[in-house]
């Protein structure tokens, strides 16, 4: 099956993207819900995490306090490796087995550290979403209710535009307006639709 890897900076619209191409029957696996996953109740992932970071980073539900959490590892290089190194490869695995069990002409992994890790090496083909960085700052502080210099931070601890730019097959730009999205990721689902094809014959 063809796997198309859609990934961009926080806040370039991803989501957004992948939520139309839902829409269009088109499988989406989304490894900000796999990571969900395996640091649910119950995970060795989440116990490893508590026992790292102690009580602070769990809520009363024995759930993962994330911003808290999150709040920690940007502040401190060592510990955001450490949690990258634990839990990267478990996200692999998990994706491993959500593509495994697809029937489709194509099906999407979308994810924020595609190129960051080596979940690109799962895919045929890489989408990267794009925006402008006050876009991306704009967004994100209203939908994550975050601070500007938080946002920016996240910003500069993830792959510089640039490199995810020349990493891409296929740029996305999500700077316009909803009825612009609409339409370009029409225009994307076609583009896909026709590259599944050729793989096949």
Same mark, same amino acid.
Not at 31 to 49: M, Y
Not at 55 to 84: H, M, S, T, Y
């Given at each position: 099956m063809f796997v198309v890897g859609l990934? $961009? $900076?926080?806040g370039c619209g991803k989501s957004a993207v992948s939520e139309r191409l839902a829409e269009k029957n088109i499988? =989406? =696996? /989304? #490894? /900000?819900?796999? #990571?969900?996953?395996?640091v649910a109740p119950g995970e060795p992932a989440l116990d490893a995490i508590g026992k790292r970071f102690g009580e602070a980073v769990?809520?009363? /539900? $024995?759930?993962? @306090?994330?911003?808290?959490?999150r709040e920690i590892v940007f502040a401190d290089e060592k510990q955001r490796v450490w949690l990258e190194q634990l839990l990267h490869p478990i996200i692999r695995d998990r994706i491993l087995a959500k593509l495994? @069990?697809?029937e489709s002409l194509y099906a999407v992994l979308a994810s924020p550290l595609l190129l960051e890790t080596d979940q690109h090496l799962l895919v045929n083909h890489v989408v990267v979403v794009d925006a402008p960085e006050e876009r991306?700052?704009?967004r994100t502080a209203a939908r994550d209710n975050t601070s500007e210099d938080q946002v920016r931070a996240i910003i500069a601890a993830q792959m510089p535009r640039e490199e995810r730019l020349e990493r891409a097959d296929t740029v996305f730009d999500n700077s316009g307006d909803q009825s612009k999205l609409d #339409? @370009?990721?029409?225009?994307?689902h076609q583009a896909l639709v026709a590259l599944a094809n050729s793989e096949i014959e």
């Amino acid at each position: 099956m063809f796997v198309v890897g859609l990934t $961009g $900076g926080i806040g370039c619209g991803k989501s957004a993207v992948s939520e139309r191409l839902a829409e269009k029957n088109i499988p =989406i =696996i /989304d #490894a /900000d819900v796999v #990571a969900r996953e395996v640091v649910a109740p119950g995970e060795p992932a989440l116990d490893a995490i508590g026992k790292r970071f102690g009580e602070a980073v769990l809520l009363e /539900d $024995g759930c993962l @306090n994330r911003p808290k959490l999150r709040e920690i590892v940007f502040a401190d290089e060592k510990q955001r490796v450490w949690l990258e190194q634990l839990l990267h490869p478990i996200i692999r695995d998990r994706i491993l087995a959500k593509l495994e @069990n697809l029937e489709s002409l194509y099906a999407v992994l979308a994810s924020p550290l595609l190129l960051e890790t080596d979940q690109h090496l799962l895919v045929n083909h890489v989408v990267v979403v794009d925006a402008p960085e006050e876009r991306q700052i704009e967004r994100t502080a209203a939908r994550d209710n975050t601070s500007e210099d938080q946002v920016r931070a996240i910003i500069a601890a993830q792959m510089p535009r640039e490199e995810r730019l020349e990493r891409a097959d296929t740029v996305f730009d999500n700077s316009g307006d909803q009825s612009k999205l609409d #339409a @370009n990721v029409a225009s994307l689902h076609q583009a896909l639709v026709a590259l599944a094809n050729s793989e096949i014959e």
